[in-house]
T-cell receptor
Framework: DGGITQSPKYLFRKEGQNVTLSCEQN?????MYWYRQDPGQGLRLIYY???????QKGDIAEGYSVSREKKESFPLTVTSAQKNPTAFYLC?????????????FGPGTRLTVL | QKEVEQNSGPLSVPEGAIASLNCTYS??????FFWYRQYSGKSPELIMF????GDKEDGRFTAQLNKASQYVSLLIRDSQPSDSATYLC?????????????FGAGTRLAVHP
């Protein structure tokens, strides 16, 4: 089956810990994205990558880091510098980055800070 | 600040009725418009996209775009209880050379039997 997978589904973090969220896609898409969703709010872009070994900050990149060493993988690390990390994290991909490229989402990871 | 506005709802409609979901956007340069459906606790699922002024129909769904008024809507005909979800409007425009999607906060739709 082609698609986007995210793991884990639920993640609990203690104060001061870094945690890494996994995102893998087998759609052969060039572009990948990380969004954060808080209750009652729209999705906000954290980071995006248009091609392997390249990524750019989105609107709320502070306290997060990413890597794009392989086309199919785009992991997100939530560092201890992120002051309010409890949220629903969504990974997406699209065939390219031109205007008419639809973005498709993975199932999400729900992160809770204890 | 580029914005996408949606009424948060809930929009309550009886089964079999037409549900009308509306979205306005601030960036006149926006080129592409998307509707996603999100069930509670799940990720967004793309259901429609529209690029040109006018209507686009796909099954029970019709997307309507009016760029002059900066307005996009989604009509759901013969609404079913399974359509109960939050509907996210997303607007695309070029920013720094890439396809940036701006999302509205969503409208919650409740279809009652």
């Amino acid at each position: 089956d082609g698609g986007i997978t995210q793991s884990p589904k639920y993640l609990f973090r203690k104060e001061g810990q870094n945690v890494t969220l996994s995102c893998e896609q087998n759609l052969n898409h060039d572009a990948m994205y990380w969004y954060r969703q808080d209750p009652g709010q729209g999705l906000r872009l954290i980071y995006y990558s248009q091609i392997v070994n390249d990524f750019q900050k989105g609107d709320i990149a502070e306290g997060y880091s990413v890597s794009r060493e392989k086309k199919e993988s785009f992991p997100l690390t939530v560092t201890s510098a992120q002051k309010n990390p409890t949220a629903f994290y969504l990974c997406a991909s699209s065939p390219g980055t031109t205007l008419n490229n639809e973005q498709f989402f993975g199932p999400g990871t729900r992160l809770t800070v204890l | 600040q580029k914005e996408v506005e949606q009424n948060s709802g809930p929009l309550s409609v009886p089964e079999g009725a037409i549900a009308s979901l509306n979205c306005t956007y601030s960036d006149r340069g926006s080129q592409s418009f998307f509707w996603y459906r999100q069930y509670s606790g799940k990720s967004p699922e793309l259901i429609m996209f529209i690029y040109s002024n006018g209507d686009k129909e796909d099954g029970r769904f019709t997307a309507q775009l009016n760029k002059a008024s900066q307005y996009v809507s989604l009509l759901i005909r013969d609404s079913q209880p399974s359509d109960s979800a939050t509907y996210l409007c997303a607007v695309s425009g070029l920013s720094g050379g890439y396809n940036k999607l701006i999302f509205g906060a969503g409208t919650r739709l409740a279809v009652h039997p």
